[in-house]
Structures are given as C-alpha cells and as structure tokens.
C-alpha cells in the first residue's frame, strides 16, 4: 500500500473541464444504465489521497472521513498516495477547482471531494467480486472485497469520465437502494449512520457549565448508540428465533452491522467510534462525579451501558484495513481540543 507524502512525482496543473461530456445535462447521468455508453474504462492506479495534516502539518491528521476512505481503499486493495495538506502545500489547482476541500482523491486527471462521493466512486467503479474472508453468502455490492480487483471496470471506448459527470451521476443514484442490499440498507436506517457523528460532536464540543445542556448533549449521543445496541441485539434474536424454527444457516450471526458481511457502514462507523472512545476519555470522564443520583445519564459507559457495541467496536478496530489506517490518539485528542475552542 503505497503511502508517500512526498510531492515529487504529484502533478501541479489544474484540473481540466473542457470535456465534450460537461456539454450533457445532468440528468443525461441519471440512470444507472446509461453508464453503460460512456466511453471509458475506469483504471486503477495514480491516486492521491489529499488529507488533512497532524499537528506538525506532515503526519496524518485526525479526520475521520479521510480514515473512512483509506479503510475503503484498503479493503479494496487500491494502491493510492498520501498527502497530508496543510494550507501552505495546499495545490493551487485544489483551491482554485475544489475551494480547497478535504479529503479530495485525485485520480489520474479528475478529482473527488466530500467523503460520500469519494466513497461512492471508489465503491461503484471498483467493486470487487470475490467473497469477504468471512461471509460465504456475501453480495458484491453490499460488501467490500480485499481480493485482488479486476484492472479496470469496461464500460467501452477510452478516454476518462469527467469528475462532474460522475458526481452528478452518483448523486442521482440511490446509494442503499442501487448499491446495497436490503440488510445494509436495513443497517443504515435503524442505527441512523448519518445522525452518529453529529450527535457525537455536540457532546464532545461542549464546554459550558449548564448541566441541563450537558445532560441534552449526553442524551443524544446515548440515544444514537441505543439504536446500534437494539440493532446488534435484533440480529441475534433473529438468529435465536430461526435456530429455534430448525433453521441454522440462514442470518449467521456475525461481528458486524451486517452480521458477517463488513460494508461500507462498517467503514463509515469505525472512525468515528474511535474518536468517540478517546474523546469520552478526553473530555468527558469528569462528568462521572456530576452524577449525584447514580443513573449514569451524564457520562456514558460503553462496555456497562452497551456491551453489544463494545464487542462491535472491538470487531472493526481489530480489521487490517482499521490498524493500518489508525492515527495516534494524542492527534484525535488534538483535533477536538481544537474543534472545543471554536
């Protein structure tokens, strides 16, 4: 897995739009199947991953969408360099096309930015097709292959789709619906994936005095675990009630949201219940002696009040993809004393 940060061999030029492509109108992309007259293979190979930095401006920093992209990389077997971007080695082309915006993957002419889309194209266009090492019954577009990838996805002709086609493409394009199966969807919705991180940063950014505020915090957070935990738990009654009806091969029950399949909601979660471990640490171990009244509401502990996600969190940081990708916690605890003082 190449890792570089070096600027070297990275091209400087901005990035061209005078693709004949960009003459189409959006919703020229907006079919799943259109796809298919586009003249152009998809290649693996030349991507950089543009990061934001560490605290020296050169390590890797504490972004938990840009560790989302890397796991997916990594699972995907894509080789890829990284570059930790601070605004004084930020491209210009970067600032000038993209405003500037982190994490960006540059592949070979073209650019991504926002993790969504970034993992969006890299799922789409480079969708393994051999089983995960755990799940037997895995649907190649619900889960994530660490086999080795097919060169490229054929869709005929040459040259290379214009990132703003491709953009507006899969933002048409229903990520649960066309690209997963019923079970991540399933998984997606009930935990509210999207809803975690900002229930998360509102905790964790709080630093006022107010206890009814702290307690509001502290309750959404706990909500959102809640419904990872009823989740998790749902899963296994599933498998409880099926090995009750004599069924004992359907719905195994597995390690992660979508039993032994690891998806891209694993890849989603993974970082950012690793900030939640250290920042609860960090920031919010002192809210224990504010509980008077010994119910817990204003300090949530993981492995008394959610076994099912501790044992979860405990499957995904134990991934090669995870431990390969991870960063110091000094530089999580970084990032949000920062994002604390805002």
């Given at each position: 897995?190449?890792?570089?940060?070096?600027?070297?061999?990275?091209?400087?030029?901005?990035?061209?739009h005078?693709?004949?492509?960009?003459?189409?109108?959006?919703?020229?992309?907006?079919?799943?199947f259109?796809?298919?007259?586009?003249?152009?293979?998809?290649?693996?190979?030349?991507?950089?991953?543009y990061?934001?930095?560490?605290?020296d401006?050169?390590?890797?920093?504490?972004?938990?969408?840009?560790h989302?992209?890397?796991?997916?990389?990594?699972?995907?077997?894509?080789?890829?360099?990284?570059?930790?971007?601070?605004?004084?080695?930020?491209p210009?082309?970067?600032?000038?096309e993209?405003?500037?915006?982190?994490?960006?993957?540059?592949?070979?002419?073209?650019?991504?930015?926002?993790?969504?889309?970034?993992v969006?194209?890299?799922?789409f266009?480079?969708n393994?097709?051999?089983?995960?090492n755990r799940?037997?019954?895995?649907?190649?577009?619900?889960?994530?292959?660490?086999?080795e990838?097919?060169?490229?996805?054929?869709l005929?002709?040459?040259?290379?789709?214009?990132?703003?086609?491709?953009?507006?493409?899969?933002?048409?394009?229903?990520?649960?619906?066309?690209?997963?199966d019923?079970?991540v969807?399933?998984a997606?919705?009930?935990?509210?994936?999207?809803?975690?991180?900002?229930?998360?940063?509102?905790?964790?950014?709080?630093?006022?005095t107010?206890?009814?505020?702290?307690?509001?915090?502290?309750d959404?957070?706990r909500?959102?675990?809640?419904?990872?935990?009823?989740?998790?738990?749902?899963?296994?009654?599933?498998?409880?009630?099926?090995?009750?009806?004599?069924?004992?091969?359907?719905?195994?029950?597995?390690p992660?949201?979508?039993?032994?399949?690891?998806?891209?909601?694993d890849?989603?979660?993974?970082?950012?219940?690793?900030?939640m471990?250290i920042?609860?640490?960090?920031?919010?171990?002192?809210?224990?002696?504010?509980?008077?009244?010994?119910?817990?509401?204003?300090?949530?502990?993981?492995?008394?009040?959610f076994?099912?996600?501790?044992?979860?969190?405990?499957?995904?940081?134990?991934?090669?993809?995870?431990?390969?990708t991870?960063?110091?916690?000094?530089?999580?605890?970084?990032?949000?004393?920062?994002?604390?003082?805002?």
């Open positions: 897995m190449k890792s570089a940060v070096s600027t070297a061999n990275l091209p400087t030029s901005p990035l061209p005078t693709h004949f492509f960009y003459e189409f109108p959006p919703s020229f992309f907006t079919s799943f259109r796809i298919l007259f586009l003249p152009s293979p998809i290649l693996a190979g030349d991507m950089v991953l990061i934001k930095p560490g605290p401006g050169k390590d890797i920093g504490d972004c938990p969408f840009a989302q992209i890397r796991m997916v990389l990594h699972e995907k077997n894509l080789e890829y360099s990284l570059f930790p971007t601070s605004p004084q080695n930020k210009k082309w970067l600032i000038e993209y405003d500037g915006s982190l994490p960006a993957l540059r592949h070979r002419s073209e650019c991504y930015v926002e993790s969504n889309v970034i969006r194209y890299l799922d266009f480079f393994g097709s051999k089983k995960q799940g037997e019954n895995m649907k190649k577009d619900c889960s994530i292959s660490k086999e990838n097919d060169e490229y996805v054929d005929g002709g040459g040259g290379i789709i214009p990132s703003k086609a491709v953009t507006n493409m899969l933002d048409s394009i229903d990520l649960d619906d066309k690209m997963m019923g079970f969807r399933g997606r919705e009930h935990c509210d994936i999207d809803g975690f991180f900002p229930a998360l940063a509102g905790y964790l950014k709080y630093t006022g107010d206890e009814e505020t702290s307690l509001l915090m502290c959404k957070l909500s959102a675990l809640q419904k990872i935990e009823h989740w998790l738990l749902l899963q296994q009654q599933q498998h409880e009630q099926q090995l009750d009806d004599g069924d004992d091969e359907k719905n195994d029950v597995g992660y949201l979508c039993g032994n399949f690891f998806s891209l909601v890849c989603d979660m993974a970082p950012k219940l690793y900030h471990e920042g609860l640490e960090a920031f919010k171990s002192a809210d224990t002696n504010k509980d008077s009244d010994g119910d817990g509401k204003y300090y949530i502990d993981i492995d008394k009040d076994p099912k996600v501790r044992s979860y969190m405990n499957a995904i940081f134990d991934r090669d993809s995870f431990k390969s991870t960063y110091p916690k000094e530089t999580v605890v970084w990032g949000w004393e920062n994002a604390r003082k805002k």
